[in-house]
């Protein structure tokens, strides 16, 4: 259940302590569209400041402080200028803001930016390929224990489920708003075996007991999966010259 009162709460406190300066808070991610988890997503806030000198940071640090207390991230602090500016190297991330977010106080500044789908091209690539070269690392790190291998599968599965939706948005289809829903589209879109993604996400919501499962099987095939979009973005995606959105 996300965090209503406490979120309600931190808008009271910046309201009265930022005044002018704060010109939006925003809801993004999961918290805001119904795909909360409460055991393993978080309550991300965006808050649009006017101003962001380190006296006016200072303003705002015990609001801050309160807000992480309740065991949340630090909001995320830019101002107008900077997240309009920001769309051609966080394109991943503000398409997912504004696919997924509710306007709390002020503006809706995310139906602003203008993202350069060329670049989320980019970025996209270069995320998978970055994550791909450290999840091998990582699984020679685990050195054969399982549990560590269980770790590193389950914590590195919403980054790579996120990049397998921005596949998607790539090839020209609607984003899913789901994580599982993002793979069994991407799964129907390229030879692509799922089951590895699926199994971790059934784990997660506590679906399924990985006790039942072999780690090193997952592993192989969860390894094998994300090679494979890795692959596919690098070769499918190059002929491809989409504008803005």
Known sequence: MVAE?????????????????????ILYGSAADGDFHPEF????????????????LNELAPVVKWWTRQKHHVPLLLTREELERSAD??????????QQHRVLYGED????????????????????????????????????????????????????ATLLRHTLVAMGDSAAKS???????????????????????????????????DVNDVASRYLTAVQQVTAAVDTMLDSTEPGSV
Not at 41 to 56: H, P
Not at 190 to 196: G, M, T, V
Request: hydrophobic share 45%.
């Open 89 to 98: 190297v966080f394109s991943i991330e503000l398409l997912d803001m504004r």
């Open 5 to 25: 009162k406490q979120i309600a709460e931190f808008l009271s406190r910046m309201r009265q302590t930022a005044g002018e300066n704060l010109q939006s808070l």
């Open 179 to 213: 994580k599982r829903e993002g793979i069994q589209a991407l799964a129907s879109r390229i030879q692509l075996d799922p089951s590895a993604f699926l199994q971790l996400l059934d784990i997660r919501e506590k679906r399924a007991d990985r006790k039942q499962l």
């Open 109 to 160: 500044v995310l139906q602003g930016p203008m993202i350069p789908m060329r670049l989320h091209r980019a970025q996209l690539e270069y995320e998978l390929r970055e994550k791909t070269i450290l999840l091998r690392e990582r699984m020679l790190l685990a050195g054969g224990s399982k549990n560590r291998l269980w770790e590193l599968l389950l914590g590195s599965l919403p980054a790579f």
């Open 41 to 56: 997503s978080n309550v991300n806030l965006l808050c649009v400041l006017r101003e962001t000198s380190f006296a006016a």
